[in-house]
């Protein structure tokens, strides 16, 4: 009987592993992903920016296999632990669906981008991407690791990516007013930082649930936010 029970067990235990790594597997591809589109706004590459909106079905097909094996655990009666690891899982591959998402959007942007003049911007939005992909993979390792602290440090860090996201905001504007022309290139631009401050929201959203993993309902620390953009 006690074997039975230890092989159920460990049974149990190699599917909440193999859970977790599709799941950063899952997230290292759009981490990937967007490297990826802020290389194409860089290069101006239509062909590469195409692509990118096309593998983006794989992370939404990694995402369904994870509901799926997600329900097939819930199903085995799991404990409160094991429960508070099944709700992260939905919720963190939710989100890394939405990351993919952003990427993608951010890359067909670049196409409708590359029909107008070179702008200086996109190294501000270079910059806006680089850090939001490195929140995404700092939030990933933090999530494997089950580091509470290192998650806080992802969800403290937002408040950075909000300050580089409304400085961009601001200098798009006041180019787009003080050249007429630069509107429609420029509005591109801001759909495409907006994209990238989301990817930081849903880095937060992850850093949140891996404090859900280890303390379960415990107060969140609270926490700085800078966007101003709805004020300026």
Same mark, same amino acid.
Not at 3 to 9: A, K, L, Y
Not at 81 to 86: S, T
Not at 135 to 140: H, M, N
């Given at each position: 009987?006690?074997? @039975?029970?230890?092989?159920?067990?460990?049974s149990?235990? !190699?599917?909440?592993?193999?859970?977790?790594?599709?799941?950063?597997?899952?997230g290292h591809?759009a981490?990937?992903q967007?490297?990826?589109?802020l290389? /194409?706004?860089?290069r101006?590459?239509d062909?590469?920016a195409?692509?990118? /909106?096309?593998? !983006?079905?794989?992370?939404d097909?990694i995402?369904?296999?994870i509901?799926?094996?997600v329900?097939? %655990?819930?199903?085995?009666?799991?404990?409160a632990?094991?429960?508070?690891?099944?709700l992260?899982a939905?919720?963190?591959?939710a989100d890394?669906e939405?990351?993919?998402?952003?990427?993608?959007n951010?890359?067909k942007r670049?196409?409708?981008?590359n029909?107008s003049p070179?702008l200086?911007?996109t190294?501000? %939005?270079d910059?806006?991407?680089?850090l939001?992909?490195q929140? /995404?993979?700092?939030?990933?390792d933090?999530?494997r690791?089950l580091?509470?602290?290192?998650?806080q440090?992802?969800r403290?860090?937002?408040?950075?990516?909000d300050?580089l996201?409304?400085?961009?905001?601001?200098?798009?504007l006041?180019y @787009?007013?003080?050249?007429?022309?630069?509107i429609t290139?420029?509005?591109h %631009?801001?759909f @495409?930082?907006?994209?990238?401050e989301?990817?930081?929201?849903?880095a937060?959203?992850?850093a949140e649930? /891996?404090?859900?993993?280890?303390?379960g309902?415990?107060?969140?620390?609270?926490r700085e936010k800078?966007d101003?953009t709805n004020?300026a």
């Open positions: 009987m006690n074997q @039975m029970h230890d092989h159920i067990v460990k149990y235990d !190699d599917e909440q592993r193999r859970l977790l790594e599709e799941i950063l597997r899952m591809m981490a990937a967007l490297d990826a589109a290389d /194409v706004v860089e101006r590459d062909k590469a195409e692509r990118i /909106v096309a593998n !983006d079905e794989a992370i097909a995402e369904r296999a509901d799926h094996d329900m097939r %655990l819930a199903l085995r009666g799991p404990m632990r094991d429960l508070r690891i099944i992260a939905l919720k963190v591959s890394i939405r990351i993919g998402d952003y990427a993608a951010v890359a670049s196409t409708a981008l029909l070179p200086p911007h190294r501000g %939005l910059a806006l991407g680089r939001a992909a929140q /995404v993979r700092d939030v990933l933090a999530y690791d580091d509470a602290d290192a998650a440090r992802v403290n860090r937002d408040a950075e990516l300050t996201y409304t400085g961009l905001f601001r200098e798009l006041t @787009m007013m003080e050249d007429a022309r630069a290139p420029c509005t %631009l801001l @495409m930082a907006k994209n990238l989301r990817i930081g929201d849903h937060t959203n992850i649930n /891996v404090w859900f993993l280890v303390h309902e415990e107060q969140l620390p609270p800078r101003a004020s």
